[in-house]
């Protein structure tokens, strides 16, 4: 079978700083891989250049076997560590806008039947991530956990093949950071994503991850440690079939005590 997902001899150099050096991965269509490594090792800068938001110095990126667009697409879709929602919009509007940036690129607003659709699509994919109750509160008024949830519900309200997930968890609580991985063990599972996650949690990388990346320089200089950079030194498939569904308080129909409306 054919990867979703090749990055060939991928270097990604600013001036004599090189930052990723060959670079070379197949990524599998339904994986979940996991990237762990110490800070400066290239994680992120990796995740920018598979979005678009970075174009690499040397090396070719292909997605089905064809050259990924160099600009950020539909088909990848990310989630940072800080939430990035719009703070003026309700959580539908934070959700539909996506639609309308997608369907509407010059006026970024729908109308009529189409505006309808979008937010019966919008307030779908908001109860898919538990928030179905919260359509119309505002940023400022959801603790930590429901911005996250928000956040995944903006990404994944365009339907992307690529879910990338850039710290996600990391600024969250341990009760709450429980239920979003029970969260999105789901929506892997039920969306059928291939999912690319950055983080430094081992347990987190090992526990949700089909696969784990360990990147670091394979080479060191003292004197010039920007002279070599980081590349995939450690490649662990974990051979899991099926994610384990671990129930959380959204599947369950019933609120979250840390995740209440007005709380941090």
Request: aromatic share 6%.
């Amino acid at each position: 079978m054919s990867p979703l997902l090749s990055l060939r001899n991928i270097w990604l150099e600013y001036g004599d700083k090189i930052v990723l050096e060959n670079v070379n991965l197949d990524i599998e269509a339904g994986s979940f891989v996991s990237i762990i490594g110490p800070s400066g090792a290239g994680k992120s800068s990796l995740l920018r250049v598979v979005l678009g938001q970075e174009v690499p110095t040397r090396g070719r990126i292909f997605l089905d076997g064809e050259p990924l667009l160099s600009e950020c697409g539909p088909d990848r879709g990310v989630v940072f560590q800080r939430y990035s929602v719009f703070p003026h919009l309700s959580a539908l509007r934070n959700t539909v806008f996506g639609l309308e940036c997608e369907k509407a690129p010059l006026s970024a607003r729908l109308f009529g039947k189409a505006r309808r659709a979008a937010e019966a699509e919008a307030a779908e994919m908001l109860d898919a991530v538990g928030l179905g109750h919260a359509m119309h509160v505002y940023p400022a008024q959801m603790s930590g956990g429901m911005q996250q949830r928000l956040a995944i519900a903006q990404a994944l309200i365009k339907r992307p093949r690529i879910l990338l997930l850039d710290e996600p968890f990391g600024a969250l609580d341990p009760g709450i950071r429980a239920d979003m991985h029970g969260l999105i063990r789901r929506l892997w599972r039920d969306n059928g994503l291939t999912i690319i996650m950055v983080t430094h949690d081992i347990r987190e990388a090992f526990s949700l991850g089909t696969r784990v990346l360990a990147f670091d320089k394979r080479r060191h200089d003292p004197h010039a440690p920007h002279r070599f950079g980081a590349t995939a030194v450690y490649d662990l498939p974990l051979r899991k079939a099926e994610p384990e569904e671990t129930p959380d308080a959204a599947d369950q129909g019933q609120p979250e005590s840390k995740e209440s409306v007005g709380h941090g």
